[in-house]
């Protein structure tokens, strides 16, 4: 029997200080839209089918 094996990825995200501002946006960088990001990533390149096998054990730690 194949036990379960954990993947993890490791980003680091650079914001650029000289984009244009519009207002007061300010970028806001949190677990939630990290995550939904990655998904909406997912989803894009690999499908539902794709997307469904992968959230079983995803998790987005900050």
Do not use: H, W
Not at 14 to 27: A, E, L, T
Not at 48 to 55: T, Y
């Amino acid at each position: 029997m194949v036990g379960f094996r954990n993947r993890y990825m490791v980003m680091e995200v650079f914001v650029n200080p000289n984009r244009d501002k519009v207002g007061n946006d300010s970028i806001i960088i949190t677990q939630f839209n990290v995550s939904k990001a990655v998904k909406d990533s997912l989803l894009e390149n690999f499908g539902e089918c794709g997307l469904a096998s992968s959230l079983g054990s995803f998790q987005g730690k900050c």
